[in-house]
């Protein structure tokens, strides 16, 4: 379950921020576009919604519901047929989320038996780190730098791992009622195949 980050904003912030497009001349011959196609994806998405940002915030890049492959979410458990925009876009940080979920046979039927959220944000790991004080362990993930916590109550397990955009967010949480599996069960294999798909710069 995702938690609304509260961020407390300097008063120095900009009145406005401009970004500008610098067209360079063109040679004789057109360029070519470099941009990688997108997956295809058994369970299509929306495109991610507008980020508003104020107060100087870098705009999230890394969407992973559209940038994660079919063939990344099988090899980590989850059904990609699941896939579901869970993007929370505030004044002042933006997260840009995708669910999985994990079918199991239960007494018959197929349930979800736990559940993935992967959020790209602009929130730091050191806010992070103030918001989960006293609650994380500090780790490595793929070589960067990472904390893991788990929530109990909300039988959830999340690892936050330091990126481009300011972090990726993992959580992983299970549904008691239909698995004895535990939350934090194979939280560091999930995180390393997804960090895996960060850019590095």
Same mark, same amino acid.
């Given at each position: 379950?995702?938690?609304?980050?509260?961020?407390?904003? =300097?008063? %120095?912030?900009?009145?406005? $921020?401009?970004?500008?497009?610098?067209?360079?001349?063109?040679?004789? &011959?057109?360029?070519?576009?470099?941009? &990688?196609?997108?997956?295809?994806?058994?369970?299509?998405?929306?495109?991610? #919604?507008?980020?508003?940002?104020?107060?100087?915030?870098?705009?999230?890049?890394?969407?992973?519901?559209?940038?994660?492959?079919?063939?990344?979410?099988?090899?980590?458990?989850?059904? #990609?047929?699941?896939?579901?925009?869970?993007?929370? @876009?505030?004044?002042?940080?933006?997260?840009?989320?995708?669910?999985?979920?994990?079918?199991?046979?239960?007494?018959?039927?197929?349930?979800?038996? =736990?559940?993935?959220?992967?959020?790209?944000?602009? @929130?730091? $790991?050191?806010?992070?780190?103030?918001?989960?004080?006293?609650?994380?362990?500090?780790?490595?993930?793929?070589?960067?730098n990472a904390i893991r916590?788990?929530?109990?109550?909300?039988? /959830?397990?999340?690892? @936050?791992?330091? =990126? #481009?955009?300011?972090?990726?967010?993992i959580a992983k949480s299970?549904?008691?009622?239909?698995?004895?599996?535990?939350?934090?069960?194979? @939280?560091d294999t999930i995180s390393?195949? $997804?960090? %895996? /798909? $960060?850019?590095?710069?």
């Amino acid at each position: 379950m995702r938690q609304v980050f509260y961020v407390v904003l =300097s008063t %120095a912030v900009m009145g406005s $921020l401009l970004s500008a497009c610098a067209n360079s001349p063109t040679s004789g &011959t057109e360029e070519q576009s470099s941009t &990688t196609p997108a997956p295809t994806l058994a369970a299509p998405v929306s495109s991610p #919604p507008v980020q508003i940002n104020n107060g100087g915030r870098r705009t999230v890049q890394y969407d992973p519901c559209t940038s994660l492959t079919d063939s990344v979410i099988v090899e980590i458990d989850f059904d #990609p047929r699941t896939r579901r925009r869970g993007d929370s @876009i505030f004044d002042t940080y933006s997260f840009l989320g995708c669910t999985f979920d994990r079918k199991e046979e239960v007494r018959g039927a197929m349930r979800a038996t =736990s559940t993935l959220d992967i959020d790209s944000s602009n @929130i730091t $790991l050191d806010e992070f780190r103030d918001r989960e004080s006293g609650k994380y362990t500090e780790i490595s993930v793929g070589g960067r730098n990472a904390i893991r916590y788990e929530n109990t109550a909300a039988r /959830s397990c999340h690892v @936050i791992i330091e =990126s #481009p955009d300011g972090t990726l967010s993992i959580a992983k949480s299970v549904n008691a009622a239909f698995t004895t599996e535990r939350a934090c069960d194979g @939280i560091d294999t999930i995180s390393a195949k $997804l960090e %895996a /798909s $960060l850019p590095t710069s």
